[in-house]
């Protein structure tokens, strides 16, 4: 979980420069947003670390895919996508 977190918190880093280096427009600001939100389900994890191994795994599993989802729709935005 650790790893999933870390690549998508580089990905939010590099997708702000990219922001500031290409300017801001309508469709990359809704797309920085969608993405945040999937980062901030991916960060939720910290929450289920005490729980027992069942629960942490079924709710970190849960949170990737609902992650993955936020990440394809927010992939859609773009006009390209």
């Not at 947003?33 to 670390?49: N, P, T």
């Not at 027992?52 to 927010?74: E, F």
Request: aromatic letters at 4%.
């Amino acid at each position: 979980m650790r790893g999933v977190t870390g690549l998508m918190d580089l990905q939010a880093l590099l997708g702000i420069i990219l922001l500031i280096g290409l300017g801001i427009e309508r469709f990359r600001i809704e797309h920085a947003i969608i993405m945040i939100i999937a980062i901030v389900i991916l960060h939720l994890s910290v929450l289920w670390r005490n729980k027992s191994d069942y629960v942490r795994y079924r709710n970190n599993l849960l949170a990737i895919v609902v992650s993955m989802i936020v990440v394809v729709i927010g992939v859609g935005v773009l006009p390209q996508g």
